[in-house]
């Protein structure tokens, strides 16, 4: 980025061309950051609760008054043998490697504290791929030009990756075929070969009759597939009893357009897939992913330029935060068990004490829980509890942070100094501040480490500054020093000295034999029927339409949703909203048995019929009973990797009786 400073403030925010795969442009959401730094909703000092919880009404203290408080309450938990009662809860913010799992996991580590499954999303996508590839690097985003056929299967870059647009868009001006699978209609779907406007939560079947006909139809790489994969005949087993016309009545989709997506995939080389994290926010979101990342083995689509897959390509770059934390002794012997899970998308549960014994103090920080976690009641029911002690560690006065007892002022990435790794193209760079903290604000690491210390659990030499945690980093990586010298010389990394590897040629599987496992046992474990065995939904006329909660053009999940204030709309097809007798603008109740959001309704006619849309990262002042689709989202979880079942939400919206 190009920031510009003017009197020790950031005014704007442009592209840098330090970075050739982002060509000196950024995303508009981020242009918007200097009404973040410096908006009214910056915390700017420490506060403690004066009011009850969720009123939002607070007193000024001073950081040693807070962090006493903090440190005494998790000292007495510890001597007491309720550590497990600690639960940090976090995920991403604008996170580095510096501010996660350095300082705030020895901490808590070292407690005892219990341990959180970061799983609200990427973790069955994340687990598919694991054990599909060992999560093998991906396809280069400005390798995509090359590509003769691009699917973007759930995923919406045009909101949640722009970088991947131009290169789309030049590989269609080039004569490549575009096919996006999506509910909805969007920017690049309108301008593609073939839109699979599919139901929510049947990619499953949709990917498995694909791989069906290509096996049926000798469109297999049987070659590519001896020397580099097993399981494939019990993979076409699986995928056996999902003909095309089966899977279309599934998906509500014709048959003939599946057959043509199969059809341009076999014939078409280099083509890629950019397999998002829409497909898995459901029941059977791990198999549907896994099948999805099986097609360019079955069909020989590796080791060539700009075929493959891509995923977040998070991995690349074999740096880990955690080397940093130090949490056990040097030499000693891991403990005989381990401080007991909680998967965060059943917060709700374990805050209510359905989860084994209760949550008594709660640190929250990099996440908006109360915005963004499934059956939001049961999140905001668990949260004013007077016995639960609640620590919220934010820049921004989020809806969560109305509900804590302590109220900590974060720096943001403007702020401070950060290694950070890019999110689906291959870079890493290293940021230093560009401008003081606001006021009292200041960095994740710094004040856990200050923690470590009043709890009693730091240790001399612990790694603690910016630069020291990110010598420990880069010193645990073979090629620490070599990612050291590209940032110094030239202010990026890239893996390997590589900005686009080819996967087959560069890269392979980093699975333990390194084969492609297309049903990997571990997986076929795990899932409750078996992977790939699809797991329909049980109808129920009272809830005849399918909420999904895409990404949306405005925020980053939760992120820069206080610059968001207008109400906002739940979407319908002029289909759905006739037969309800809704106009478009008119007041609606959308709900189900887990909650209800009151708001406006809006006709969109690129949803398809049986399906509302509600956007995710909705802040209570965003709708007029101030919930979000996350109070019609249930904590059920995914066949794999524990994900959260977001698009499994069913609803039913009826015209409000007051206009």
Not at 74 to 95: Q, T, V
Not at 287 to 314: C, D, E, H, Q, W
Request: with cysteine; proline share 6%; glycine share 10%.
């Amino acid at each position: 980025m190009d920031v510009r400073i003017e009197d020790g403030r950031v005014v704007s925010i442009g592209g840098s061309d330090t970075n050739p795969i982002t060509q000196s442009y950024i995303c508009a959401k981020v242009r918007r950051y200097p009404e973040h730094l410096y908006g009214p909703d910056r915390i700017r000092f420490p506060q403690v609760r004066t009011g009850r919880k969720g009123e939002g009404h607070f007193r000024r203290v001073s950081w040693d008054d807070a962090l006493e408080r903090i440190a005494s309450r998790m000292k007495a938990l510890a001597a007491s043998g309720r550590a497990e009662r600690i639960l940090p809860f976090s995920y991403g913010g604008s996170n580095g490697y510096l501010s996660q799992d350095t300082t705030d996991a020895r901490l808590f580590g070292r407690l005892g504290a219990s341990r959180l499954a970061r799983t609200v999303c990427a973790a069955p996508s994340g687990a598919a791929a694991l054990g599909l590839y060992g999560k093998m690097a991906g396809v280069a985003l400005q390798d995509y030009v090359h590509a003769k056929l691009i699917i973007l299967w759930g995923v919406n870059p045009s909101v949640s990756g722009i970088h991947l647009v131009p290169y789309v868009l030049e590989a269609q001006k080039r004569g490549g075929k575009l096919v996006v699978v999506d509910p909805r209609r969007t920017r690049l779907a309108e301008h593609a070969d073939l839109h699979l406007a599919i139901h929510p939560g049947t990619d499953l079947p949709v990917a498995l009759s694909i791989i069906r006909w290509l096996f049926e139809n000798r469109a297999v790489d049987r070659q590519f597939l001896a020397r580099h994969a097993d399981g494939v005949e019990e993979l076409a087993r699986r995928a056996e009893p999902w003909t095309s016309e089966k899977a279309g009545e599934v998906a509500r989709v014709s048959r003939v357009d599946i057959e043509r997506l199969a059809g341009l995939y076999a014939d078409s080389s280099p083509a890629a897939i950019r397999c998002g994290w829409g497909l898995e926010r459901n029941r059977n979101g791990g198999s549907a992913v896994a099948a999805v990342l099986a097609l360019p083995a079955i069909a020989g689509k590796f080791g060539i330029r700009g075929g493959g897959y891509t995923m977040s390509n998070s991995k690349a770059f074999d740096l880990d935060s955690l080397s940093s934390a130090r949490i056990d002794a040097p030499g000693a012997s891991p403990p005989a068990t381990l401080p007991r899970e909680i998967n965060m998308n059943r917060l709700g549960e374990a805050l209510l004490g359905r989860a084994g014994e209760p949550v008594e103090l709660l640190f929250v920080y990099n996440a908006n829980p109360a915005a963004t976690i499934p059956s939001q009641g049961k999140v905001l029911s668990g949260l004013v509890r007077q016995d639960l002690f609640t620590v919220v560690f934010d820049p921004i006065f989020t809806d969560t942070a109305r509900y804590a007892d302590v109220l900590l002022p974060a720096s943001t990435f403007l702020e401070r100094e950060e290694l950070v790794r890019g999110y689906g193209a291959f870079a890493l760079q290293e940021s230093k501040p560009v401008v003081a903290p606001v006021a009292e604000s200041r960095p994740n690491h710094e004040v856990f480490a200050e923690l470590c210390r009043r709890t009693g659990v730091a240790r001399h030499g612990d790694p603690e500054t910016a630069d020291e945690l990110t010598r420990e980093i880069l010193g645990a990586n073979p090629s620490g020093a070599q990612i050291r010298e590209a940032i110094d010389t030239g202010g990026i990394a890239f893996p390997a000295g590589n900005p686009a590897p080819v996967q087959f040629v560069d890269v392979f599987p980093k699975t333990s034999d390194g084969k492609i496992h297309l049903v990997p046992e571990e997986l076929d474990r795990e899932a409750p029927q078996g992977l790939y065995r699809f797991q329909p939904e049980t109808p129920d006329a009272a809830f005849p339409l399918a909420l999904i909660s895409p990404a949306s053009d405005r925020t980053i999940s939760s992120t820069l949703g206080e610059l968001r204030r207008e109400a906002v709309s739940l979407e319908l097809s002029p289909q759905d909203a006739k037969e309800r007798g809704i106009s478009d603008g008119a007041r609606v109740r959308v709900w189900n048995h887990h909650g209800e959001v009151l708001c406006r309704a809006r006709w969109n006619v690129k949803l398809r019929p049986g399906v509302a849309l509600l956007p995710k990262g909705l802040w209570s002042h965003n709708t007029d009973s101030g919930t979000a689709a996350t109070a019609l989202a249930p904590d059920t979880l995914t066949d794999i990797g524990g994900g959260a079942c977001f698009n499994d939400a069913r609803v039913q919206v009826e015209l409000r009786r007051s206009q």
